[in-house]
Structures are given as C-alpha cells and as structure tokens.
C-alpha cells in the first residue's frame, strides 16, 4: 500500500495562489498515477487533475499538477482561485492500469475569500 498525507490547504483571498502538497510512503511512488479530487458542501466528489506515472497530465486551466519522484510528492499549484474554488481537497494514487483511485489521503482545507 501507499500512504498519502495532503498539506499545503488555507485561507487565501479572491486572486490569490495556493499550492498543494501530497507526500507518499510506503511503496515506490513512480509506480503510481496520481490525482487531485475536491468536495465542496453539497457536491459531488469531482477529479480536478490528474498525472500518469511518466508525468502526463490531461488538464489545463488554473490549475496545475505535478510531480517529483525523487521527492515522493505531488503538487496542485492553484492560480487565480475564486469563492468556488472552496473546497476540501484529496490526493489520490491508483496502478497504472487501473481507473480506479485506491488510495486516499485525510485531505486539506481550501477556503477562498473575498
């Protein structure tokens, strides 16, 4: 197994930047794909990016995810952020082959004011 704990979570004004940190243990952290996930009061769970275990990602925005394996961490570098943007924040690891995210962090606050 891998052990994920999230850090990084604020208050932080309208306009303003954050950047997310998931440390990893356990097992060999190159061998995993990793995501960010939010949840928000009354919604759904939702991926906000991922990256494969070589370094690909499949989002594009304000937020930018990352990954340093020698350091067994991923980031979320957040821009811009808004009121919406509010939210608990998740990182997850799940196999290479798999589309199914097994392994979970406690996550971490984002609360993003006016």
């Known amino acids: 197994q891998v052990q994920l704990v999230e850090s990084g979570g604020g208050l932080v004004q309208t306009g303003g930047s954050l950047r997310l940190s998931c440390a990893a243990s356990?097992?060999?952290?190159?061998?995993?794909?990793m995501g960010w996930f939010r949840q928000a009061p009354g919604k759904q769970r939702e991926l906000v990016a991922a990256?494969?275990?070589g370094g690909s990602t499949n989002y594009e925005g304000r937020f930018t995810i990352s990954r340093d394996n020698a350091k067994n961490t991923v980031y979320l570098q957040m821009n811009s952020l808004k009121p919406e943007d509010t939210a608990v924040y998740y990182c997850?690891?799940?196999?290479?082959?798999?589309?199914?995210?097994?392994?979970w962090g406690q996550g971490t606050q984002v609360t993003v004011a006016s």
């Open positions: 990256i494969t275990s």
């Open positions: 356990g097992r060999p952290f190159s061998s995993y794909a």
């Open positions: 997850a690891a799940r196999h290479s082959w798999s589309r199914e995210y097994e392994y």
